[in-house]
């Protein structure tokens, strides 16, 4: 669908810049927009690349595991019916970790392996499994302790002091993560 939509927007506004004399500016504004986003993405990799690296240092140590078992509490109540020894189990443990670190992107490879995990035990194959909602549910809310995300863009447009985001973050992502786990839950438990 935004493969029709983003090309039609595009057509309006050229058309729309041709006729209202505007379409030197239009130009000018996709060659800055093209230079700001390069500028961004190199900004962005440097921190995914920094955050990549220690979301695998702590896979390869005993880190990751140490902080699964802090969240297996949590896990057991979000999702009931992983058993604590499904490779699920621990790619869940690992995607809530980096989510919580602010890794979106190193996160999102993790959330995907924890649902085809999810999806072979699934036996419902054309049917989310209350698990799989709950995963999705999850990572919608983006529980986040360090918005890396956030900060570097922040920091990328020389803000005073990118990291004053903090604390809403934390409200924000606190709220949506426990509303998500309680709606779920009540959908789950209410909507069979």
């Known amino acids: 669908m935004l493969n029709i939509l983003w090309p039609i927007f595009i057509i309006i506004s050229y058309i729309y810049a041709l006729f209202s004399g505007n379409l030197e500016k239009v130009n000018n504004g996709i060659f800055e927009s093209a230079s700001s986003a390069v500028q961004l993405t190199i900004t962005f990799f440097g921190t995914i690349t920094l955050w990549c690296g220690i979301m695998q240092i702590a896979k390869d140590s005993s880190l990751s595991q140490k902080l699964s078992k802090l969240l297996k509490p949590l896990i057991k109540f979000i999702f009931p019916d992983v058993n604590e020894n499904d490779a699920a189990h621990k790619e869940i443990s690992l995607n809530i970790i980096a989510n919580i670190l602010g890794l979106g992107n190193a996160s999102t490879p993790l959330g995907l392996k924890a649902m085809e995990s999810l999806q072979e035990k699934n036996s419902s194959k054309n049917r989310l499994s209350d698990s799989m909602a709950m995963l999705v549910l999850i990572n919608t809310a983006s529980l986040q302790l360090i918005p890396t995300t956030v900060i570097s863009i922040r920091a990328s ?15 924000a992502t606190f709220s949506a993560a426990f509303i998500a786990i309680v709606l779920g839950k009540l959908f789950i438990k209410f909507g069979k």
């Open 157 to 171: 447009l020389n803000s005073s002091q990118p990291t004053n985001i903090i604390l809403p973050v934390w409200i």
